[in-house]
């Protein structure tokens, strides 16, 4: 997807694997609290969310982490936080 759109993969642009996985599991644990045949409600509701803030990552990683290359090529774990099912009901205010 990066270079269809003339984005380079470099140590601070393009992929983020870290980014990648933390939102494939909040996404993930949002579908399992909020199961639903309905696409288009649950996709409306996640996106009005708390979870759908930018800055969520932040709450689970520090800024300079998150933003480093290292975190940029190579997964890591949540090293403020640990994303859980219950720290996404606290966010969500379940």
Do not use: C
């Amino acid at each position: 997807m990066n270079k269809f759109h003339g984005t380079e993969n470099t140590n601070v642009s393009g992929y983020h694997e870290t980014l990648t996985i933390f939102w494939a599991k909040v996404i993930s644990i949002y579908i399992e609290l909020n199961p639903s045949d309905n696409l288009e409600v649950l996709t409306e509701i996640f996106l009005n969310s708390a979870l759908a803030n930018k800055e969520l990552a932040f709450r689970f990683y520090s800024k300079r982490e998150i933003l480093s290359s290292a975190y940029r090529t190579v997964y890591h774990e949540e090293t403020l936080q640990k994303l859980e099912v219950e720290s996404v009901r606290y966010l969500l205010g379940l």
